[in-house]
């Protein structure tokens, strides 16, 4: 229905502009006649494309006055961070307005801030913004509501503690406060919901990795809003759609996207990987993925590196000595919850596998793998690339 409406009153846009240039060029002929007859009245001033283009976009704007006027969700007064990138069009940042829920109609929008003739004075930085702001509150906030911000990376397979480590040491929030409430979770989007029985209520694997513009003094609400947030506009419904065609939770297409994220290097194996898991868990056998294992070990001090790390390297003790719900060694299935938070090409991969016959694969040492169908196949895998490694 508003897609029919939105079509309707660009077409009144249309015959506006085109009643309006038909007006001009009647006019103009008038005037060469009446000059030629030497009665062509003084004109006070030009008519211009400018002059033209902002009587139809008042006529427009009159015309969807209550729409100008009507909040986006009148009765949402959260705050929403709002980031505008350097280089982003008016045209965008409207788009981005709309996405996000804090405007009904991002070209309209476009249309009034070009109107008001402020499309230059909306600058790159980090604003808080709500539903129920009107388009011209949200159009005055641009110009004059910058917040100051902390830059903060957050990359793609990285677990929570890595990422409450950063936030506190970036001076954003406690990373103990922040633990505690990622292990709390939330139910208060779509997207965290409708998990299976005996998965954890804990946010990993939802914390979105990107580059966070978190403005200063961010409470706790924020940071965790702005990460849920930017996942729910980050991966598209059509997406998710897929989980229910391959009979899976969406939370455990995200678990499986996250064991694809720590075991896949390489950009072009993604989908192969994931291909590997799905045929094994149609097989009923035990996915056997590192990754869970070094999720399961937790925080240990690499000797080798004189540091401390969340991702310690495998030794064959740990298949069996690792004991956890998160060992797929130990454990059938996927595990109770995500190991790590995944990016979108890896929930991509989850939600598109490969079609393909293979049961195992391993690391050649150059970050690639080598796949086989059989455990004979793999077996010879093993002796052929564990020996180049150790040379």
């Not at 704007?61 to 961070?81: C, G, K, T």
């Not at 139910?187 to 299976?196: A, H, N």
């Not at 455990?252 to 994220?261: D, Q, Y």
């Given at each position: 229905m508003n897609n029919l409406l939105r079509v309707f009153l660009r077409l009144i846009t249309l015959v506006l502009a085109i009643s309006a240039v038909v007006l001009i060029l009647l006019g103009g002929f008038w005037y060469v006649v009446q000059d030629a007859r030497g009665n062509a009245p003084q004109l006070r001033y030009t008519v211009t494309g400018q002059t033209l283009e902002r009587l139809v976009l008042g006529a427009y704007l009159r015309f969807r006055a209550a729409d100008v006027s009507r909040p986006a969700n009148p009765n949402d007064a959260r705050e929403i961070v709002f980031v505008i990138d350097s280089g982003r069009t008016a045209s965008q940042v409207g788009n981005s307005l709309e996405s996000m829920g804090l405007v009904s109609d991002g070209g309209l929008f476009t249309r009034l801030v070009q109107y008001m003739g402020v499309e230059q004075d909306i600058q790159a930085g980090v604003y808080a913004l709500r539903p129920n702001m009107t388009m011209e509150e949200i159009a005055g906030e641009l110009q004059h509501g910058r917040l100051l911000a902390k830059t903060v990376l957050i990359r793609e397979g990285w677990r929570a503690e890595e990422i409450a480590a950063l936030l506190e040491q970036s001076g954003v929030i406690s990373s103990t406060v922040f633990l505690a409430a990622v292990q709390q979770g939330r139910d208060d989007f779509g997207f965290l919901r409708g998990r299976p029985p005996g998965s954890v209520s804990s946010l990993e694997g939802f914390l979105f990795p990107d580059t966070y513009q978190f403005?200063?003094?961010?409470?706790?609400?924020?940071?965790?809003?702005?990460?849920?947030?930017?996942?729910?506009r980050r991966v598209p419904q059509e997406l998710r759609d897929k989980a229910a065609e391959r009979k899976m939770s969406l939370y455990e297409v995200v678990t499986l996207a996250s064991i694809v994220e720590r075991e896949a290097v390489k950009e072009e194996e993604r989908a192969t990987i994931a291909g590997v898991y799905v045929n094994r868990l149609r097989r009923g056998m035990y996915l056997q993925a590192d990754a869970t294992v070094?999720?399961?070990?937790?925080?240990?001090?690499?000797?080798?590196?004189?540091?401390?790390?969340?991702?310690?390297?495998?030794?064959?003790?740990?298949?069996?000595?690792?004991?956890?719900?998160?060992?797929?060694?130990?454990?059938?299935?996927?595990?109770?919850?995500?190991?790590?938070?995944?990016?979108?090409?890896?929930?991509?991969?989850?939600?598109?596998?490969?079609?393909?016959?293979?049961?195992?694969?391993?690391?050649?040492?150059?970050?690639?793998?080598?796949?086989?169908?059989?455990?004979?196949?793999?077996?010879?895998?093993?002796?052929?690339?564990?020996?180049?490694?150790?040379?």
């Amino acid at each position: 229905m508003n897609n029919l409406l939105r079509v309707f009153l660009r077409l009144i846009t249309l015959v506006l502009a085109i009643s309006a240039v038909v007006l001009i060029l009647l006019g103009g002929f008038w005037y060469v006649v009446q000059d030629a007859r030497g009665n062509a009245p003084q004109l006070r001033y030009t008519v211009t494309g400018q002059t033209l283009e902002r009587l139809v976009l008042g006529a427009y704007l009159r015309f969807r006055a209550a729409d100008v006027s009507r909040p986006a969700n009148p009765n949402d007064a959260r705050e929403i961070v709002f980031v505008i990138d350097s280089g982003r069009t008016a045209s965008q940042v409207g788009n981005s307005l709309e996405s996000m829920g804090l405007v009904s109609d991002g070209g309209l929008f476009t249309r009034l801030v070009q109107y008001m003739g402020v499309e230059q004075d909306i600058q790159a930085g980090v604003y808080a913004l709500r539903p129920n702001m009107t388009m011209e509150e949200i159009a005055g906030e641009l110009q004059h509501g910058r917040l100051l911000a902390k830059t903060v990376l957050i990359r793609e397979g990285w677990r929570a503690e890595e990422i409450a480590a950063l936030l506190e040491q970036s001076g954003v929030i406690s990373s103990t406060v922040f633990l505690a409430a990622v292990q709390q979770g939330r139910d208060d989007f779509g997207f965290l919901r409708g998990r299976p029985p005996g998965s954890v209520s804990s946010l990993e694997g939802f914390l979105f990795p990107d580059t966070y513009q978190f403005p200063e003094d961010s409470t706790l609400q924020r940071v965790l809003d702005m990460m849920l947030q930017n996942w729910d506009r980050r991966v598209p419904q059509e997406l998710r759609d897929k989980a229910a065609e391959r009979k899976m939770s969406l939370y455990e297409v995200v678990t499986l996207a996250s064991i694809v994220e720590r075991e896949a290097v390489k950009e072009e194996e993604r989908a192969t990987i994931a291909g590997v898991y799905v045929n094994r868990l149609r097989r009923g056998m035990y996915l056997q993925a590192d990754a869970t294992v070094q999720y399961a070990k937790g925080y240990v001090v690499d000797k080798d590196a004189g540091k401390w790390t969340w991702w310690s390297p495998m030794v064959v003790e740990d298949y069996t000595r690792v004991v956890s719900p998160y060992s797929t060694y130990l454990n059938a299935g996927l595990p109770p919850g995500p190991i790590c938070n995944p990016g979108l090409d890896s929930i991509a991969a989850a939600l598109e596998p490969e079609a393909h016959e293979y049961l195992y694969y391993y690391a050649k040492g150059d970050g690639s793998h080598v796949f086989a169908r059989t455990f004979e196949e793999h077996q010879k895998n093993i002796q052929e690339y564990a020996g180049k490694q150790k040379k």
